[in-house]
């Protein structure tokens, strides 16, 4: 057995502020299997199905600093519901990361 040791579990994540809200978001670095998990990838990369490219935003997003209001202590969870509240701008946005992203990792 190889002295190599691989482990699956840590993922890089890389951070980028969105261009009109300019909140900070940290995304991981990488797709695995788990975030396809019932996706047709090429239907995403295509602009063919918005609700899976949001979905997969969800699970592709790791933290974010946005927040429901001034007063809260904790930022919004990442979920659907918060993406399709983003201006349309850094959806816009969000959405040809995620088309690089899979173009990228096709590529290999």
Do not use: C, H
């Not at 699970?59 to 519901?81: F, Q, T």
């Amino acid at each position: 057995m190889s002295e190599n040791k691989v482990v699956l579990a840590n993922r890089t994540t890389r951070k980028f502020n969105l261009p009109e809200s300019k909140a900070e978001v940290e995304t991981y670095a990488s797709i695995i299997a788990q975030d396809l998990g019932g996706f047709d990838a090429k239907k995403i990369e295509e602009g063919d199905n918005i609700g899976d490219a949001v979905k997969l935003l969800s699970r592709l997003i790791k933290s974010w600093n946005i927040y429901e209001s001034k007063d809260a202590e904790e930022p919004r969870k990442v979920n659907e519901e918060s993406i399709n509240l983003l201006p349309i701008k850094d959806l816009t946005f969000l959405f040809r990361e995620l088309k690089s992203f899979i173009a990228d990792e096709k590529k290999g």
